[in-house]
């Protein structure tokens, strides 16, 4: 299957801790993108890493990417209650789409 | 906001009944893909149109069909649903024919078969 995967599938912490989760695919890909959904609602664009960049941030958000390993990760630091939601790792497909994960569910408590 | 809206945003229908679920897509963008999202899953993609032709399609029968017009808005039209056909249909515009870029996402229309 070409479908991303992301680990762990739920995670857990409390505000102000950092939030790692992990995704593997298994095709070449020109880059890869990461997902916000807040409960049920449409997906909010994050962060797009192309497979020549190694690390990118955004404001609190940190990926990485390792086409030898076909991995990337992001990093959610110093995590408030807002950023509760499924987080999705998503790269291109051969028909213009873009292929997803099932998503990380990331529950942040205050 | 995204600027790409979806109507409706809730909807029941029995099953062998007939669905269309509208989206308008962000200003200037010429591509619409539309997706399945099953409870717990992640979207699943359906097809995807540029400049009003279908531009790739996935795993999904004929009876899911569906219309990019002018105006770059969209339907997406169930036929002779299921109850496997409940899910939340996301639509999401971009601007490029590709994939590889940002796609921005519709809030979606959550639709229950009974």
């Known amino acids: 299957s070409q479908q991303g995967e992301e680990d762990p599938q739920a995670l857990s912490i409390q505000e102000g801790e950092n939030a790692t989760m992990n995704c593997s695919y298994k095709?070449?890909?020109?880059?890869l993108q990461w997902y916000r959904q807040n409960s049920g609602r449409g997906l909010v664009h994050l962060i797009l890493?192309?497979?020549?960049?190694r690390e990118k941030h955004s404001g609190r958000l940190r990926v990485t990417l390792d086409t030898s390993k076909k991995s990337s990760s992001l990093l959610i630091t110093a995590s408030r209650a807002a950023d509760t939601a499924s987080y999705f790792c998503?790269?291109?497909?051969?028909?213009?789409?873009?292929?997803f994960g099932k998503g990380t569910k990331l529950s942040v408590k205050p | 906001e995204t600027g790409v809206t979806q109507s409706p945003t809730h909807l029941i229908k029995t099953r062998g009944q007939q669905v269309t679920l509208r989206c308008s897509s962000q200003?200037?963008?010429?591509?619409v893909s539309w997706y399945q999202q099953a409870l717990g899953q992640g979207p699943q993609f359906i097809f995807q149109?540029?400049?009003?032709?279908?531009?790739g399609r996935g795993n999904f029968p004929p009876r899911f069909s569906g219309l990019q017009f002018p105006n770059y808005s969209s339907e997406l039209n169930v036929n002779a649903l299921e109850l496997d056909d409940s899910a939340l249909y996301l639509c999401?515009?971009?601007?490029?024919?590709?994939?590889?870029?940002?796609?921005?996402f519709g809030p979606g229309t959550r639709l229950t078969v009974t």
């Open positions: 095709t070449s890909i020109n880059n």
């Open positions: 149109y540029y400049r009003e032709e279908e531009n």
């Open positions: 200003s200037g963008h010429n591509t």
């Open positions: 999401a515009s971009s601007l490029v024919g590709t994939s590889g870029y940002e796609q921005y």
């Open positions: 998503a790269f291109g497909g051969s028909q213009g789409n873009l292929i």
């Open positions: 890493i192309r497979s020549n960049e």
